[in-house]
T-cell receptor, first 115, second 112 residues
Framework: GAGVSQTPSNKVTEKGKYVELRCDPI?????LYWYRQSLGQGPEFLIY????????DSGLPNDRFFAVRPEGSVSTLKIQRTERGDSAVYLC?????????????FGEGSRLTVL | GQQVMQIPQYQHVQEGEDFTTYCNSS?????IQWYKQRPGGHPVFLIQ?????EVKKQKRLTFQFGEAKKNSSLHITATQTTDVGTYFC????????????FGQGTRLTINP
């Protein structure tokens, strides 16, 4: 596709459930980022991939959060034992260049609501 | 401590007035980027500044990078209703880290 695609666009789940959020970056973009954005806040860095490897995962809040990018393209953010505080919009972005330079192209986001 | 501070947090102006947002870093930056997020939308890249003292213009928008490469500003001349949104600076605010960190943003609202 022409842009970054994220699915699902909306996810409502119950506390304690497992959730997967998918990101399909722009073709040819080697860098991929996951951010989390709460209402009225700036995007909060979670993890950055360069190719298949996580170059920086220092933003993952705890071990319930995990992300993979097995073939260097599509990435999946996995959240175990969801908590109400996990509710937010999860944004994925890709870039032709690695961090810290290079324009980020964002997807529309996946809105997660944990009841 | 806080790596980046963006001010003001909110700004409300009359259409036609000017608007400025400032981004201050505690570390020297290799580059800084600016993004705009419309209400309900996702961040969209506006520009990247790399050189000390650099000034770039995009129509009514003027972006500056400080001489010490620790601060930046975005100025909009004669605001229009289409300028409504939140403006974020983003950069490698944590020294030695590769991640791109976003500021808190300045939310601009405009009275037509």
């Amino acid at each position: 596709g022409a842009g970054v695609s994220q699915t699902p666009s909306n996810k409502v789940t119950e506390k304690g459930k497992y959730v997967e959020l998918r990101c399909d970056p722009i073709s040819g973009h080697t860098a991929l980022y996951w951010y989390r954005q709460s209402l009225g806040q700036g995007p909060e860095f979670l993890i950055y991939f360069q190719g298949t490897g996580a170059a920086d995962d220092s933003g993952l809040p705890n071990d319930r959060f995990f992300a993979v990018r097995p073939e260097g393209s599509v990435s999946t953010l996995k959240i175990q034992r969801t908590e109400r505080g996990d509710s937010a919009v999860y944004l994925c972005a890709s870039s032709l260049m690695g961090a810290p330079g290079g324009e980020l192209f964002f997807g529309e986001g996946s809105r997660l609501t944990v009841l | 401590g806080q790596q980046v501070m963006q001010i003001p947090q909110y700004q409300h102006v009359q259409e036609g007035e000017d608007f400025t947002t400032y981004c201050n870093s505690s570390t020297t930056l290799s580059n800084i980027q600016w993004y705009k997020q419309r209400p309900g939308g996702h961040p969209v890249f506006l520009i990247q500044l790399v050189k000390s003292g650099e000034v770039k213009k995009q129509k009514r928008l003027t972006f500056q990078f400080g001489e010490a490469k620790k601060n930046s500003s975005l100025h909009i001349t004669a605001t229009q209703t289409t300028d409504v949104g939140t403006y974020f600076c983003a950069g490698p605010f944590i020294q030695g880290a590769q991640k791109l960190v976003f500021g808190q943003g300045t939310r601009l609202t405009i009275n037509p």
